[in-house]
């Protein structure tokens, strides 16, 4: 089993700061890329940015320059630090990572199950 735990959600005022975090845990043998999607009500999951392991990252062009993905390896942590926030940025934050293990071949994706920010004007 691998679990994925979100934290670092919370209320925010526009123009301020958050920085998630992503737990990954269980049996595995490897995470490739890892990212973060985000979710509102009556809306199709977006997918923010993504980071490989060797940290090569991708963004989409509504968070680039304000957000920043980052993960730790040995802790098998990824992070999205989200700078001047936006209302258009509240959202369910979901983070994800492509799982390798010796149980299966090739890859599985696994999702957490979200974090909430809040972002009041």
């Known amino acids: 089993q691998v679990q994925l735990v979100e934290s670092g959600g919370g209320l925010v005022q526009v123009g301020g700061s958050l920085r998630l975090s992503c737990a990954a845990s269980?049996?595995?043998?490897?995470?490739?890329?890892m990212g973060w999607y985000r979710q509102t009500p009556g809306k199709q999951r977006e997918l923010l940015a993504t980071?490989?392991?060797?940290?090569?990252?991708n963004y989409v062009d509504s968070v680039k320059g304000r957000f920043t993905i980052s993960r730790d390896n040995a802790k098998n942590m990824v992070y999205l630090q989200m700078n001047d926030l936006k209302p258009e940025d509240a959202a369910v934050y979901y983070c994800?990572?492509?799982?390798?293990?010796?149980?299966?071949?090739?890859?599985?994706?696994?999702w957490g199950l979200g974090t909430q920010v809040t972002v009041s004007s």
């Open positions: 980071i490989t392991r060797d940290t090569n990252t």
């Open positions: 994800f990572a492509n799982v390798m293990s010796w149980s299966w071949t090739g890859e599985r994706a696994y």
């Open positions: 269980g049996s595995f043998s490897r995470l490739n890329a």
